[in-house]
């Protein structure tokens, strides 16, 4: 199946700080990004939706100003968490999806996940 | 998107086939069942999708009932690394996100 790769696999910050976490679709392009966050034990939950040159969609309840979303490219979105705080620790995931040929297409494909832990 | 029930959970042994239901009974005509699988602390994996036939691929089998009020994925003969969350998504083809309810904890066993 096509190929999601998420950068960094796992990053620690300082209070305060911003951390940015980057999402390429390999050998696919993704008009449309997701990107998902879950904390342990619960399901994954959907934060916003990416679209390439275009500002992204937030669900109800996620901060758009914290949680800064860039998609410059078909291949690349980029979540930003800014003024991170240790609450907003999490595994934060992104999808793509592909639009390619045969029954694969329009299936959505997800990243590794990103783990932050913020000190 | 329609809502799924799944059950917690379910264990199964090592090399016998692995039956994990769910329950769409409010499907739409348009939705189709995907199923992916979450290793710990892996991204979601996807497994396999149909609207009303059923499916096979490498990974797995999907038995869709013929009302489409439920399906069952079949991974035929389960092994350790299987151990996963499946999830099971009623989502509108060109739809575009995928939302997650709390899925099965699938544990195979020695």
Redesign the interface.
């Known amino acids: ?1 096509a190929v ?1 790769s ?1 950068h960094p696999s796992w990053v620690i910050c300082k209070s305060g700080t911003s951390v940015k976490i980057e999402c390429r679709s390999l050998d696919f392009q993704a008009t ?1 990004m ?1 990107w ?1 966050r879950q904390f342990p034990k619960q ?4 934060m916003a ?1 990416s679209n390439e040159g275009s500002k992204a969609t937030y669900e109800q309840g996620v901060e758009k100003d914290k949680f800064l979303i860039n998609h410059a490219s078909l291949t690349l979105s980029t979540l930003t968490v800014t003024s991170a705080h240790p609450e907003d620790s999490s ?1 934060y ?1 992104c ?1 793509a ?1 592909d639009w390619g040929q045969g ?1 694969s297409g ?8 990103s ?1 932050l832990t913020v000190v | 998107d329609a809502k799924t029930t799944q059950p917690p959970s379910m264990d199964c042994a090592e090399g016998r086939a692995a039956n994990l239901p769910c329950n769409h009974s409010t499907i739409s005509g348009n939705e189709y069942v995907y199923w992916y699988r979450q290793i710990h602390s892996q991204g979601p994996q996807y497994i396999i999708h149909g609207l009303k036939n059923n499916e096979t691929n490498e990974m797995a089998s999907l038995i869709i009932t013929e009302d489409r009020k439920s399906s069952t994925l079949i991974l035929p003969h389960a092994t350790l690394r299987d151990t996963a969350v499946y999830y099971c998504i009623v989502r509108v083809y060109n739809n575009n996100d995928m939302r997650f309810g709390a899925g099965t904890r699938l544990t195979v066993k020695p």
């Open positions: 199946g999601v998420q449309t997701f998902y399901s994954l939950m959907l939706t595994f995931i999808s999806r029954r329009n299936t959505i494909y997800f990243g590794e996940g783990w």
